[in-house]
T-cell receptor
Framework: EAQVTQNPRYLITVTGKKLTVTCSQN?????MSWYRQDPGLGLRQIYY???????DKGDVPEGYKVSRKEKRNFPLILESPSPNQTSLYFC?????????????FGQGTRLTVV | RKEVEQDPGPFNVPEGATVAFNCTYS??????FFWYRQDCRKEPKLLMS???SGNEDGRFTAQLNRASQYISLLIRDSKLSDSATYLC??????????FGAGTRLFVKA
């Protein structure tokens, strides 16, 4: 089954404790991205990747890191989480840039930083 | 001003009603347009792309007005299962995609 898989689905952590949210897709898509969704603000792009070892900042990259060592995986790293990073996070992939084609989303990761 | 603006709603309509959502965008260079549907606490899923000539998929019709920089979604004969948040999405080509904050729809029996 074609899918985008995120883990964990739910996470409660403390300020400053490094964490990684994993994202994996099995559709051989070149393009992957991370979004955060907050009430009233919609989805905002954090980082995106056009292919292996090629990443770039989205609209809200501060406090986040990403890597793309393999085509299928695109982890999101929070080196020192803060309460303002409490949010619902989505990973997405698409065969081309998401400005042109359908994006396939993971099921989301609800992160709470206390 | 937000790059993509939607009326947040909620729209409360009875079953069988026709409901329309509008979405405006600020970047005249935008090239691609989509409507996504998002159920509560779930991931967004593509509902339909929006083409310049307008397009229809069953009970759903999407239209694009480039001159006025807005897109619309019309839902006819609303079903209970249509209750969701509808996200307007605008692409400037390639890698830049802007999501609207969404319009909530509740269809009541």
């Amino acid at each position: 089954e074609a899918q985008v898989t995120q883990n964990p689905r739910y996470l409660i952590t403390v300020t400053g404790k490094k964490l990684t949210v994993t994202c994996s897709q099995n559709m051989n898509h070149e393009y992957m991205s991370w979004y955060r969704q907050d009430p009233g603000l919609g989805l905002r792009q954090i980082y995106y990747s056009m292919n292996v070892e090629v990443t770039d900042k989205g609209d809200v990259p501060e406090g986040y890191k990403v890597s793309r060592k393999e085509k299928r995986n695109f982890p999101l790293i929070l080196e020192s989480p803060s309460p303002n990073q409490t949010s619902l996070y989505f990973c997405a992939s698409s065969p081309q840039g998401q400005g042109n084609t359908e994006a396939f989303f993971g099921q989301g990761t609800r992160l709470t930083v206390v | 001003r937000k790059e993509v603006e939607q009326d947040p709603g909620p729209f409360n309509v009875p079953e069988g009603a026709t409901v329309a959502f509008n979405c405006t965008y600020s970047n005249s260079a935008s090239q691609s347009f989509f409507w996504y549907r998002q159920d509560c606490r779930k991931e967004p899923k593509l509902l339909m792309s929006v083409y310049s000539s307008g397009n229809e998929d069953g009970r759903f019709t999407a239209q694009l007005n480039r001159a006025s920089q807005y897109i619309s979604l019309l839902i006819r004969d609303s079903k209970l299962s249509d209750s969701a948040t509808y996200l307007c999405v605008v692409g400037t080509g390639g890698f830049k995609t802007i999501f609207g904050a969404g319009t909530r729809l509740f269809v009541k029996a």
